[in-house]
């Protein structure tokens, strides 16, 4: 058994590795989160990483999650999580994809994490490559990693910590935004957008050298000041971490357009998009958390502008913001 401290975005988290590989689970760790590792004793949460070898995965979505998992639970761990289940608990989609392994073998799967099951406090959620438990009454995590074959250690790994971390956020004043964020002029520039919007664009036009995450994006308020920061979970090789911070100063929806322009929006509809579709795991949040990032939503909508950015792949960054400040 093998554990090491990360810190992202003040998210602390002591990952704890319980299998026969601690090479394997280190080369894994530091492949992603090498400039985020913590050398002191912090106060962290614990999140436990196991194989779970064995595991037919249909079995999951026969119509009865709750005992298949009961079942399984009992027979791998010799226990069962969460106690005494009681009424009440939520369904996620358990509708079946077709994702392909590295040799471009199709089979079914989940390309995406799914919430399986959600009651009060804890959550669980499933990947095709593992099986996430978070408890936000004692805040810590459970990974289950499946035997599944699409994905490589680090990667697997590095989805399950993205997870973790985004449910999380709330806990620390935060969240992580589907959104590409750099830092222009000295402040921190957030991009929203969706699959295809234009975030890979940006950040390609923004340069590596300036951008703190191409997806991922880390926001948390610390006083009265809001920050954004480097983030691990993104697909282009950014900047160094080194704990730095950069203060939020710019938000924007990506619109491509035939030209580059600017165009205001109001509070309300600002707030009513960021919450529907770029909070990564938002709708996972208990109601608490959920309320508070609510509340953060709004607070961040009524004290910065937002807009509209319309650009071509000819606009430059730098200098359509130099002149704009």
Same mark, same amino acid.
């Given at each position: 058994m093998i554990s090491i401290n990360i810190d992202i975005g003040g998210v602390?988290?002591?990952? +704890?590795?319980?299998? #026969?590989?601690?090479?394997?689970?280190?080369?894994?760790? +530091?492949?992603?989160?090498?400039?985020?590792?913590?050398?002191?004793? #912090?106060?962290?949460?614990?999140?436990?990483?196991?194989?779970?070898?064995?595991?037919?995965?249909?079995?999951?979505?026969n119509g009865d999650e709750i005992r298949a998992l009961e079942n399984y639970f009992l027979r791998v761990e010799k226990r069962f999580p969460f106690g005494q289940?009681?009424? *009440?608990?939520?369904? *996620?989609?358990?509708?079946?994809?077709?994702?392909?392994?590295?040799?471009?073998?199709?089979?079914?799967?989940f390309p995406y994490l799914t919430p399986l099951l959600k009651k009060d406090r804890i959550a669980v959620l499933h990947h095709n490559s593992f099986l996430l438990l978070i408890n936000y009454d004692r805040p810590s995590g459970e990974v289950f990693?499946?035997?599944?074959?699409?994905?490589?250690? @680090?990667?697997?790994?590095? %989805?399950?910590?993205?997870?973790?971390? *985004?449910?999380?956020?709330?806990?620390?004043?935060?969240?992580?935004?589907h959104a590409c964020s750099a830092e222009i002029n000295g402040g921190g520039y957030i991009f929203f957008g969706g699959s295809g919007a234009g975030k890979s664009t940006i950040a390609d036009l923004i340069g590596k050298d300036r951008l703190l995450a191409d997806d991922g994006s880390l926001l948390f308020r610390r006083g009265r000041c809001y920050y954004t920061m480097p983030s691990p979970f993104t697909q282009v090789s950014s900047?160094?971490?080194?704990?730095?911070?950069?203060? @939020?100063?710019?938000?924007?929806?990506?619109?491509?357009? #035939?030209?580059?322009?600017?165009? #205001?929006i109001k509070p309300g509809e600002a707030m009513l998009r960021i919450l529907h579709n770029h909070i990564h795991f938002f709708r996972y949040f208990p109601e608490r958390? @959920?309320?508070? +990032?609510? +509340?953060?939503?709004?607070?961040?909508v009524e004290r910065f502008p937002f807009h509209n950015i319309?650009?071509?792949?000819?606009?430059?960054? %730098?200098?359509f913001f130099r002149e704009r400040t």
């Open positions: 602390k988290l002591e990952i +704890t590795y319980k299998g #026969e590989d601690d090479n394997r689970f280190m080369e894994a760790i +530091t492949k992603k989160f090498s400039d985020y590792i913590l050398s002191n004793r #912090e106060e962290r949460f614990p999140l436990v990483i196991q194989e779970w070898s064995d595991v037919p995965l249909k079995s999951l979505f289940l009681p009424f *009440g608990w939520k369904r *996620g989609s358990s509708r079946m994809g077709r994702v392909k392994s590295k040799d471009n073998v199709e089979s079914q799967g990693l499946l035997k599944s074959g699409f994905f490589d250690d @680090a990667s697997t790994i590095s %989805l399950a910590v993205q997870a973790t971390v *985004g449910l999380f956020a709330p806990l620390y004043g935060g969240m992580m935004l900047r160094k971490n080194c704990g730095e911070t950069v203060s @939020a100063k710019r938000f924007f929806f990506l619109i491509k357009d #035939e030209d580059d322009y600017l165009e #205001e958390e @959920a309320k508070e +990032t609510f +509340t953060l939503v709004r607070e961040i319309h650009f071509t792949r000819s606009i430059n960054p %730098l200098t």
